[in-house]
Protein backbone atom coordinates (compact mmCIF):
# COMPACT_ATOMS: atom_id res chain seq x y z
CA UNK A 1 0.00 0.00 0.00
CA UNK A 2 1.22 3.33 -0.91
CA UNK A 3 1.80 5.48 1.73
CA UNK A 4 1.63 9.62 0.82
CA UNK A 5 4.59 12.18 1.28
CA UNK A 6 5.50 13.82 4.58
CA UNK A 7 2.90 16.10 5.10
CA UNK A 8 3.58 19.77 3.49
CA UNK A 9 1.36 22.27 1.13
CA UNK A 10 4.52 23.27 -0.68
CA UNK A 11 5.36 19.80 -1.90
CA UNK A 12 4.53 19.60 -5.36
CA UNK A 13 6.63 16.36 -6.47
CA UNK A 14 8.21 13.73 -4.91
CA UNK A 15 10.74 11.00 -5.64
CA UNK A 16 11.31 8.07 -2.75
CA UNK A 17 14.18 6.13 -3.44
CA UNK A 18 13.16 5.41 -6.95
CA UNK A 19 14.65 3.16 -9.40
CA UNK A 20 14.11 2.82 -12.94
CA UNK A 21 15.16 0.09 -15.35
CA UNK A 22 14.47 -1.16 -18.62
CA UNK A 23 12.20 -4.56 -18.55
CA UNK A 24 14.29 -7.49 -20.26
CA UNK A 25 17.58 -4.98 -20.40
CA UNK A 26 21.02 -6.40 -19.07
CA UNK A 27 22.10 -2.44 -19.00
CA UNK A 28 22.21 -0.90 -15.59
CA UNK A 29 19.43 0.87 -13.76
CA UNK A 30 19.03 4.14 -15.94
CA UNK A 31 18.02 5.70 -12.62
CA UNK A 32 18.93 4.39 -9.20
CA UNK A 33 18.50 6.19 -5.36
CA UNK A 34 16.83 8.86 -6.28
CA UNK A 35 15.00 10.99 -3.54
CA UNK A 36 14.01 14.84 -4.07
CA UNK A 37 11.48 16.97 -3.43
CA UNK A 38 9.79 19.77 -5.58
CA UNK A 39 8.57 22.66 -3.69
CA UNK A 40 5.79 24.31 -5.01
CA UNK A 41 6.71 27.67 -7.48
CA UNK A 42 9.83 25.92 -7.33
CA UNK A 43 11.93 26.11 -10.88
CA UNK A 44 14.50 22.98 -10.85
CA UNK A 45 16.72 22.13 -13.18
CA UNK A 46 18.04 18.76 -14.23
CA UNK A 47 21.10 19.37 -15.84
CA UNK A 48 23.33 15.83 -17.10
CA UNK A 49 25.35 14.74 -20.09
CA UNK A 50 23.36 12.85 -22.68
CA UNK A 51 22.03 9.79 -20.92
CA UNK A 52 22.42 10.48 -17.54
CA UNK A 53 18.87 10.43 -17.19
CA UNK A 54 17.10 13.07 -17.09
CA UNK A 55 14.22 12.94 -19.55
CA UNK A 56 13.43 9.41 -17.84
CA UNK A 57 12.97 11.48 -14.68
CA UNK A 58 10.91 13.97 -15.91
CA UNK A 59 8.97 11.09 -17.87
CA UNK A 60 8.23 9.48 -14.04
CA UNK A 61 6.31 12.76 -12.89
CA UNK A 62 3.44 12.78 -15.78
CA UNK A 63 3.52 8.90 -15.88
CA UNK A 64 5.28 8.44 -19.40
CA UNK A 65 7.22 5.53 -17.88
CA UNK A 66 6.91 4.11 -14.09
CA UNK A 67 9.20 3.64 -11.66
CA UNK A 68 10.54 -0.18 -11.60
CA UNK A 69 11.20 0.46 -7.70
CA UNK A 70 10.14 2.94 -5.14
CA UNK A 71 7.72 5.68 -5.32
CA UNK A 72 6.16 9.39 -7.12
CA UNK A 73 4.16 11.41 -5.80
CA UNK A 74 2.56 14.67 -8.01
CA UNK A 75 0.04 17.08 -5.23
CA UNK A 76 0.41 13.94 -2.65
CA UNK A 77 -0.91 11.33 -4.84
CA UNK A 78 1.05 8.45 -6.11
CA UNK A 79 1.69 8.30 -9.82
CA UNK A 80 0.96 4.95 -10.50
CA UNK A 81 -2.04 5.15 -8.73
CA UNK A 82 -3.61 8.23 -10.56
CA UNK A 83 -5.46 7.97 -13.85
CA UNK A 84 -2.57 9.18 -16.15
CA UNK A 85 -5.36 11.27 -18.58
CA UNK A 86 -6.14 13.26 -15.43
CA UNK A 87 -2.35 13.51 -14.31
CA UNK A 88 -1.28 14.59 -17.64
CA UNK A 89 -3.71 17.47 -18.42
CA UNK A 90 -2.43 19.11 -15.05
CA UNK A 91 0.81 19.03 -16.13
CA UNK A 92 2.04 21.10 -19.16
CA UNK A 93 4.64 19.42 -21.06
CA UNK A 94 7.41 20.70 -23.46
CA UNK A 95 9.55 19.23 -25.72
CA UNK A 96 12.79 20.04 -27.64
CA UNK A 97 10.92 20.59 -31.23
CA UNK A 98 7.79 21.89 -29.79
CA UNK A 99 5.81 18.67 -30.06
CA UNK A 100 2.94 20.57 -32.38
CA UNK A 101 0.45 18.59 -34.74
CA UNK A 102 1.93 19.50 -37.82
CA UNK A 103 -1.59 19.49 -39.44
CA UNK A 104 -2.92 21.65 -37.05
CA UNK A 105 -3.43 25.33 -36.96
CA UNK A 106 -1.31 27.15 -34.41
CA UNK A 107 -4.74 28.32 -32.33
CA UNK A 108 -5.64 24.69 -32.45
CA UNK A 109 -2.92 23.73 -30.67
CA UNK A 110 -2.59 26.01 -28.30
CA UNK A 111 -6.32 25.35 -27.67
CA UNK A 112 -6.13 21.46 -27.44
CA UNK A 113 -5.91 20.83 -24.10
CA UNK A 114 -8.86 23.56 -23.18
CA UNK A 115 -11.07 21.49 -25.68
CA UNK A 116 -10.37 18.19 -24.61
CA UNK A 117 -10.97 19.51 -20.88
CA UNK A 118 -14.78 20.34 -22.47
CA UNK A 119 -13.89 24.10 -22.57
CA UNK A 120 -16.68 26.13 -24.48
CA UNK A 121 -15.45 27.50 -28.24
CA UNK A 122 -15.39 30.77 -26.95
CA UNK A 123 -13.56 30.27 -23.60
CA UNK A 124 -11.07 28.31 -25.69
CA UNK A 125 -10.81 30.94 -28.41
CA UNK A 126 -10.21 33.71 -25.60
CA UNK A 127 -7.94 31.47 -23.82
CA UNK A 128 -5.52 30.80 -27.41
CA UNK A 129 -5.63 34.41 -27.64
CA UNK A 130 -4.31 35.48 -24.22
CA UNK A 131 -1.74 32.41 -24.54
CA UNK A 132 -0.42 34.04 -27.70
CA UNK A 133 -0.16 36.90 -26.33
CA UNK A 134 1.82 35.90 -23.19
CA UNK A 135 4.53 34.13 -25.27
CA UNK A 136 4.93 37.06 -28.01
CA UNK A 137 2.81 36.00 -31.13
CA UNK A 138 0.07 38.34 -32.61
CA UNK A 139 -3.06 35.80 -32.93
CA UNK A 140 -3.91 37.88 -36.21
CA UNK A 141 -0.46 37.12 -37.17
CA UNK A 142 0.20 34.06 -36.40
CA UNK A 143 -3.23 31.79 -35.36
CA UNK A 144 -4.04 30.39 -38.43
CA UNK A 145 -0.59 29.35 -39.64
CA UNK A 146 0.90 25.66 -39.43
CA UNK A 147 3.58 24.74 -37.76
CA UNK A 148 5.65 24.45 -40.85
CA UNK A 149 5.05 28.07 -41.65
CA UNK A 150 7.17 28.65 -38.43
CA UNK A 151 10.45 29.26 -37.29
CA UNK A 152 12.46 27.36 -34.65
CA UNK A 153 11.85 29.85 -32.17
CA UNK A 154 7.97 30.78 -33.05
CA UNK A 155 7.27 26.89 -33.00
CA UNK A 156 9.14 27.02 -29.14
CA UNK A 157 6.92 30.02 -28.36
CA UNK A 158 3.64 27.73 -29.79
CA UNK A 159 4.49 25.06 -27.68
CA UNK A 160 5.33 27.05 -24.15
CA UNK A 161 1.47 28.23 -24.68
CA UNK A 162 -0.15 25.54 -25.70
CA UNK A 163 1.44 23.37 -22.20
CA UNK A 164 -0.05 27.00 -20.24
CA UNK A 165 -2.81 27.15 -22.12
CA UNK A 166 -5.27 24.86 -19.50
CA UNK A 167 -3.50 26.27 -16.98
CA UNK A 168 -1.98 23.56 -15.19
CA UNK A 169 0.37 23.88 -11.86
CA UNK A 170 3.43 21.84 -12.93
CA UNK A 171 5.19 22.56 -15.87
CA UNK A 172 8.13 20.22 -17.08
CA UNK A 173 10.27 21.10 -20.42
CA UNK A 174 12.66 18.87 -22.04
CA UNK A 175 15.65 20.67 -23.59
CA UNK A 176 12.89 23.38 -24.80
CA UNK A 177 15.71 25.93 -26.40
CA UNK A 178 18.26 23.22 -27.27
CA UNK A 179 17.47 23.33 -31.02
CA UNK A 180 17.99 27.13 -31.04
CA UNK A 181 20.44 29.20 -32.78
CA UNK A 182 22.35 31.34 -29.44
CA UNK A 183 20.69 34.40 -30.53
CA UNK A 184 17.29 33.13 -30.44
CA UNK A 185 17.78 30.79 -27.68
CA UNK A 186 19.38 33.52 -25.07
CA UNK A 187 15.95 35.50 -26.05
CA UNK A 188 13.99 32.74 -25.15
CA UNK A 189 15.19 32.37 -21.70
CA UNK A 190 15.10 35.98 -21.05
CA UNK A 191 11.74 35.64 -22.09
CA UNK A 192 11.25 32.49 -20.24
CA UNK A 193 12.56 33.67 -16.57
CA UNK A 194 9.59 36.70 -16.71
CA UNK A 195 7.18 34.03 -17.32
CA UNK A 196 7.93 32.10 -14.41
CA UNK A 197 8.47 35.33 -12.13
CA UNK A 198 5.02 36.32 -13.99
CA UNK A 199 2.85 33.22 -13.44
CA UNK A 200 4.73 31.10 -10.38
CA UNK A 201 4.06 27.62 -11.95
CA UNK A 202 6.20 24.44 -10.35
CA UNK A 203 8.58 23.81 -13.08
CA UNK A 204 10.98 20.77 -13.58
CA UNK A 205 13.64 21.94 -16.62
CA UNK A 206 15.86 18.98 -18.14
CA UNK A 207 19.16 20.88 -19.74
CA UNK A 208 23.09 20.01 -20.50
CA UNK A 209 23.71 23.23 -20.66
CA UNK A 210 25.10 24.80 -17.31
CA UNK A 211 25.38 28.48 -18.20
CA UNK A 212 20.94 27.85 -19.36
CA UNK A 213 20.79 25.84 -15.69
CA UNK A 214 22.18 28.96 -14.23
CA UNK A 215 20.17 31.82 -15.20
CA UNK A 216 17.05 30.13 -15.20
CA UNK A 217 16.67 27.81 -11.62
CA UNK A 218 16.27 28.24 -8.56
CA UNK A 219 17.79 24.76 -7.81
CA UNK A 220 20.07 22.46 -9.96
CA UNK A 221 20.02 19.21 -9.27
CA UNK A 222 22.94 17.39 -11.16
CA UNK A 223 22.45 13.49 -12.04
CA UNK A 224 25.26 11.74 -13.22
CA UNK A 225 25.12 7.44 -14.22
CA UNK A 226 21.21 7.94 -13.03
CA UNK A 227 22.20 8.91 -9.84
CA UNK A 228 21.50 12.78 -8.27
CA UNK A 229 25.34 13.70 -7.31
CA UNK A 230 24.24 17.96 -6.31
CA UNK A 231 21.43 19.31 -5.48
CA UNK A 232 21.95 23.32 -4.86
CA UNK A 233 20.79 26.75 -5.60
CA UNK A 234 22.67 27.90 -8.35
CA UNK A 235 24.85 30.62 -6.13
CA UNK A 236 25.86 27.56 -4.17
CA UNK A 237 26.10 24.36 -7.06
CA UNK A 238 29.45 26.00 -8.48
CA UNK A 239 30.93 25.83 -5.14
CA UNK A 240 29.60 21.73 -4.71
CA UNK A 241 32.69 19.66 -4.63
CA UNK A 242 31.60 16.67 -6.90
CA UNK A 243 34.17 16.08 -9.46
CA UNK A 244 30.93 15.81 -12.38
CA UNK A 245 30.36 19.66 -10.83
CA UNK A 246 33.99 20.74 -11.64
CA UNK A 247 34.19 19.10 -14.86
CA UNK A 248 30.83 21.02 -15.78
CA UNK A 249 32.19 24.31 -14.42
CA UNK A 250 35.27 23.35 -16.26
CA UNK A 251 33.64 22.55 -19.80
CA UNK A 252 31.75 25.55 -19.58
CA UNK A 253 34.61 28.18 -18.42
CA UNK A 254 32.88 29.42 -15.49
CA UNK A 255 34.82 30.47 -12.21
CA UNK A 256 33.15 28.13 -9.19
CA UNK A 257 32.63 31.33 -7.09
CA UNK A 258 30.96 33.27 -9.87
CA UNK A 259 27.08 33.10 -10.96
CA UNK A 260 25.91 33.79 -14.83
Known sequence: M???????NEVTVEFRNVEYYVPGSARDA????????????ETV??????????TTLLKLINGLLGASRGEVFVNGCAVADSDPVRLRRGIGYVIQDGGLFPHYTVARN????????????QRVAARVEEMMRLVGLEPREFAQRKPR????????????????AADPPILLMDEPFGALDP???????REFAELVRRLGKTIVFVTHDLREALRL????????????VADAKPEEFLRAGHPEVKAFVT??????????
Open 2 to 8: NTKPESS
Open 30 to 41: ILSQITLKILQR
Open 45 to 54: VLLGRSGSGK
Open 110 to 121: VGLVPALEGWDE
Open 149 to 164: ELSGGQKQRVGVARAL
Open 183 to 189: VTRAELQ
Open 217 to 228: GSRIVLLCDGKI
Open 251 to 260: SFGIESGAQE
